[in-house]
């Protein structure tokens, strides 16, 4: 199981930067992704990484505000900027061999979620 932190409260036009830490299990995974959920909403992913085959892939939503790092200490850091009223979620790490990178299904590792409130 993966493990988040870095969430927390910031005002619009913050910055906060979200962890990933993996256990050595998941080393072996193509691709690390974050995903973040609102209540009655479907989780969206909103940035992906591939190291291996170097793809990286944004939501149109955080193009241009938000960076996600292959980090080699931990799975994956997402580099939150500009931070907006609209990126309040859960937010979550998952890691998995690869496919639609922006789907949840093709993860198979997930973290428990850290939570971002931009207010």
């Known amino acids: 199981q993966l493990v988040e932190s870095g969430g927390g409260s910031v005002q619009p036009g913050g910055s906060l930067r979200l962890s990933c830490v993996a256990p050595e299990y998941t080393f072996s995974s193509k691709c690390a992704g974050w995903f973040r959920q609102v209540p009655g909403k479907e989780r969206e992913g909103i940035a992906a990484i591939c190291t291996g085959v170097g793809i990286t892939y944004y939501d149109d939503s955080v193009k241009d505000r938000f960076t996600i790092q292959d980090n080699p200490e931990h799975a994956v850091d997402l580099q939150m900027n500009s931070l907006k009223p609209e990126d309040t979620a859960m937010y979550y790490c998952?890691?998995?061999?690869?496919?639609?990178?922006?789907?949840?299904?093709?993860?198979?590792?997930w973290g428990q979620g850290t939570q971002v409130t931009v207010s």
């Open positions: 998952a890691a998995g061999p690869g496919g639609l990178v922006s789907v949840a299904a093709s993860y198979k590792y």
